[in-house]
């Protein structure tokens, strides 16, 4: 078992960052997740997360644009070896409850979400790209390349 926290930053890709079309894109997003894994095989691990994205403003032509985003995710974790330490796969599904400031009602929307991404994990220390999808059914208007750096607390 490991009981982690990740430091992470969501980099807008697509039509989350586009200034062009409809103006509506915006700035990087910075996040911390607590994160938990339980070893369910020698090459497997099932996992949960929980943490939120603060965004930050980008001037988006019809004024400044952030998004905000609370996250409780579960999925699992493949490893390339049997051993804790090296390069792993990663997938999760869960509740995103997602706002976009300003907004007009200033409520948060309850959204499915998906990460899909590959790290390396050593001793301590785990570092992950994914693919974050805050919306599943409008990937592609909410899409961002999440990077992270975690500490996993070990002995549980």
Do not use: H
Not at 33 to 44: G, I, S
Not at 68 to 73: Q, R
Not at 105 to 117: D, R
Not at 145 to 153: A, M, N
């Amino acid at each position: 078992r490991v009981l982690g926290l990740d430091a992470a930053v969501l980099v807008p890709v697509g039509a989350l960052s586009s200034t062009g079309g409809n103006g509506n894109g915006v700035g990087m997003s910075y996040a911390v997740f607590v994160r938990y894994e339980q070893k369910t095989a020698p090459n497997m691990s099932l996992t949960a997360r929980l943490g939120g994205l603060r965004g930050s403003a980008k001037d988006s032509g019809l004024g400044s644009l952030a998004l905000d985003a609370y996250s409780a995710l579960v999925g699992g974790v493949y490893r390339l070896q049997p051993s804790s330490d090296g390069i792993f796969l990663s997938g999760e599904v869960g509740a995103n409850m997602v706002q976009f400031s300003p907004s007009s009602t200033g409520a948060f929307e309850t959204k499915l979400g998906a990460v899909l991404g590959a790290g390396y994990r050593t001793d301590v220390l785990t570092f992950r790209a994914a693919l974050n999808l805050l919306d599943v059914s409008k990937a592609q208007d909410t899409m961002g390349v999440l990077i992270s750096v975690g500490w996993d607390f070990k002995g549980l």
